[in-house]
């Protein structure tokens, strides 16, 4: 991959990573100002709430998992290439999803093997 076109990868990842910290942040913000108060029913839409943001923050830290680990594979020189094959990752998969670590054809060899296993 081309030095230019890992300047661009390395900027969105970092630019991601940046909006996921600060989406982790507001969330904590918004757990401290917001006391739970009202009936029973209220109460259950909060802890149901809660739950939901809960769950989305554990997705997002599983996705900063991934910006971190792409950010490291630019500075080690291999972002770009497939785990599995070692063959380069087309750029518009790249595109659609930086943190990318198997090409289309490992991947769908993965899904597939989990269909089975499930």
């Known amino acids: 991959m081309e030095a230019k076109q890992l300047a661009f990868f390395k ?27 009202g009936d029973e029913g209220d109460l259950a839409v909060s802890e149901l709430n809660l739950a939901l943001n809960m ?7 599983q996705l900063l998992s991934k910006v971190d680990r792409a950010l490291a594979k630019i500075d080690e020189g291999t972002f ?3 785990e599995s094959c070692d063959e380069p990752l087309a750029i518009p998969r790249l595109m659609a999803r930086p943190v990318a670590n198997l090409c289309i054809a490992c991947k769908e060899e993965q899904e597939n093997k989990e269909r089975v296993f499930a």
């Open 11 to 37: 900027d969105l990842l970092i630019q991601q990573r940046y909006e996921i910290l600060n989406k982790a942040d507001s969330f904590k913000e918004e757990a401290k100002e917001s006391p739970v108060q």
């Open 80 to 82: 770009g290439l497939c």
């Open 55 to 61: 769950r989305l923050q554990e997705r997002q830290a």
